[in-house]
């Protein structure tokens, strides 16, 4: 019996230590999780060995609560890995986030919180993939963020080509790359090299476990058949809200009741029309706010109503997706139908801004559909980043020793 219980204990250690982490979407309280490196708008953080990190964020509860911060290190595949923290963080974490200022002159009362690192306590040591967590007082977990940190060794040249698959040629981009390691020694590449494929910084439909198919000296080449196609989708839609009083982009009107109400225009079904180009950040968003000076504590909320012209859909969602809220699927995002209308609708608190957002369907499958209601084009513009893991023979954790970059404005058959 006891022997049964031994085994079944290690079982189930092996199953909560080896699990992929997944991000920790924030109570509706928290908002506007601007998180970036050296960008001056909020996406995925790939950072640089020793550049910076900036997370930023709004309690609207107005408590002003005290909140910490907690940095773990995992493996190109999400588990945990193996080094202490002493061997990846130089100094301490679990510290409280000093930063922060109440909101000035705005009708929604808020705290704005600011992290950066490296700080005087906290300095990263070690690439590789990292979850940040954010905890409260009472040791909850607030909300938990993925970011990326490259050591410069390898280069990476990244070629954007249409699907060679004639079914997916108008709609699929092919994501063909060369890794030079002449400046870098590596052993066994099919065993020690992982890759990972980012479409406009979103890990949500990221591919990864692709193996080089050729190996010519120092170069490694992937150009697969399909397996790294992604959907073209099309540019997103987009709306501005810095100035609530007066006409915006995208906006149709505003109203003042508690906070200002943003309604934006009736948006269509676009995945039946051609492609049109409209310049578009690739889904992210940035606080802007006319006439104020620090957009992070006089930038105010307004109630943004969304509204879709589409048929009623039995089995299957629609949500209004973007970086604003990580790319997440759920309740907070997810739109009604208004028989009346015949449309879709969602209203949403959103700090003022630029934002870029698409409507996307998760069927009775629960399986993404990016492009059902945009539309998928092989000319849409997009951003594609390539990493490059390897961990050694013997080694214990995954360092990430390139990072390259594309864009579909470049594409060629």
Same mark, same amino acid.
């Not at 990190?53 to 408590?63: K, Q, S, T, V, W």
């Given at each position: 019996?006891?022997?049964?219980? !031994?085994?079944?204990?290690?079982?189930? /250690?092996?199953?909560? %230590?080896?699990?992929?982490?997944?991000?920790?979407?924030?109570?509706?309280?928290?908002?506007?999780?601007?998180?970036?490196?050296?960008?001056?708008?909020?996406?995925?953080?790939?950072?640089?060995?020793?550049?910076?990190?900036?997370?930023?964020?709004?309690?609207?509860?107005?408590?002003?609560?005290?909140?910490?911060?907690?940095?773990?290190?995992?493996?190109?595949? /999400?588990?945990?890995?193996?080094?202490?923290?002493?061997?990846?963080?130089?100094?301490?974490?679990?510290?409280?986030?000093?930063?922060?200022?109440?909101?000035?002159?705005?009708?929604?009362?808020?705290?704005?919180?600011?992290?950066?690192?490296?700080?005087?306590?906290?300095?990263?040591?070690?690439?590789?993939?990292?979850?940040?967590?954010?905890?409260?007082?009472?040791?909850?977990?607030?909300?938990?963020?993925?970011?990326?940190?490259?050591?410069?060794?390898?280069?990476?040249?990244?070629?954007?080509?249409?699907?060679?698959?004639?079914?997916?040629?108008?709609?699929?981009?092919?994501?063909?790359?060369?890794?030079?390691?002449?400046?870098?020694?590596?052993?066994?590449?099919?065993?020690?090299?992982?890759?990972?494929?980012?479409?406009?910084?979103?890990?949500?439909?990221?591919?990864?476990?692709?193996?080089?198919?050729?190996?010519?000296?120092?170069?490694?080449?992937?150009?697969?058949?399909?397996?790294?196609?992604? /959907?073209? %989708?099309?540019?997103?839609?987009?709306?501005?809200?810095?100035?609530?009083?007066?006409?915006?982009?995208?906006?149709?009107?505003?109203?003042?009741?508690?906070?200002?109400?943003?309604?934006?225009?009736?948006?269509?079904?676009?995945?039946?029309?051609?492609?049109? !180009?409209?310049?578009?950040?690739?889904?992210?968003?940035?606080?802007?706010?006319?006439?104020?000076?620090?957009?992070?504590?006089?930038?105010?909320?307004?109630?943004?109503?969304?509204?879709?012209?589409?048929?009623?859909?039995?089995?299957?969602?629609?949500?209004?997706?973007?970086?604003?809220?990580?790319?997440?699927?759920?309740?907070?995002?997810?739109?009604?139908?208004?028989?009346?209308?015949?449309?879709?609708?969602?209203?949403?608190?959103?700090?003022?801004?630029?934002?870029?957002?698409?409507?996307?369907?998760?069927?009775?499958?629960?399986?993404?559909?990016?492009?059902?209601?945009?539309?998928?084009?092989?000319?849409?513009?997009?951003?594609?980043?390539?990493?490059?893991? !390897?961990?050694?023979?013997?080694?214990?954790?995954?360092?990430?020793?390139?990072?390259?970059? %594309?864009?579909?404005?470049?594409?060629?058959?």
């Amino acid at each position: 019996m006891v022997k049964h219980l !031994y085994i079944l204990f290690i079982l189930l /250690w092996s199953l909560i %230590g080896f699990s992929q982490v997944q991000e920790v979407e924030p109570e509706d309280f928290i908002k506007t999780i601007t998180f970036k490196s050296n960008t001056n708008q909020s996406e995925l953080p790939i950072l640089g060995l020793n550049e910076r990190l900036y997370l930023e964020f709004d309690a609207l509860n107005g408590d002003e609560d005290d909140f910490y911060y907690v940095i773990e290190h995992y493996n190109y595949d /999400w588990t945990k890995s193996n080094l202490m923290k002493s061997e990846y963080l130089q100094g301490l974490d679990n510290l409280r986030i000093v930063n922060y200022e109440n909101s000035f002159n705005t009708y929604q009362i808020y705290s704005n919180y600011r992290l950066q690192i490296p700080n005087k306590q906290t300095r990263l040591k070690a690439s590789g993939n990292y979850l940040i967590k954010i905890f409260d007082d009472y040791d909850d977990l607030v909300f938990s963020r993925k970011f990326m940190v490259y050591e410069n060794l390898a280069n990476v040249g990244v070629t954007l080509k249409r699907s060679r698959n004639v079914a997916h040629i108008n709609t699929k981009q092919s994501v063909d790359f060369v890794v030079n390691t002449s400046n870098f020694r590596v052993i066994n590449p099919k065993q020690t090299i992982n890759t990972v494929i980012l479409q406009n910084n979103n890990l949500k439909t990221a591919i990864s476990g692709l193996k080089p198919q050729y190996i010519l000296g120092n170069e490694l080449i992937y150009r697969y058949q399909s397996a790294s196609t992604f /959907w073209g %989708g099309n540019e997103y839609l987009y709306f501005e809200n810095k100035d609530v009083r007066g006409s915006n982009l995208g906006v149709q009107f505003t109203d003042l009741e508690e906070v200002y109400h943003s309604y934006l225009y009736l948006d269509v079904d676009r995945s039946k029309s051609s492609y049109t !180009y409209n310049p578009d950040v690739n889904g992210n968003f940035k606080i802007t706010v006319l006439d104020r000076e620090n957009p992070s504590i006089e930038a105010d909320y307004t109630e943004v109503h969304f509204s879709l012209f589409y048929p009623k859909l039995t089995n299957s969602s629609i949500h209004v997706y973007g970086n604003y809220n990580n790319y997440s699927l759920s309740q907070a995002n997810q739109m009604t139908y208004n028989t009346q209308s015949r449309s879709y609708e969602l209203t949403m608190k959103l700090k003022q801004g630029f934002y870029n957002y698409k409507y996307v369907i998760v069927n009775d499958l629960n399986e993404l559909e990016e492009g059902a209601i945009s539309g998928n084009f092989y000319e849409t513009e997009n951003n594609y980043k390539v990493l490059i893991y !390897y961990r050694d023979l013997g080694a214990r954790y995954d360092r990430i020793i390139g990072v390259g970059e %594309g864009n579909s404005t470049k594409i060629s058959n």
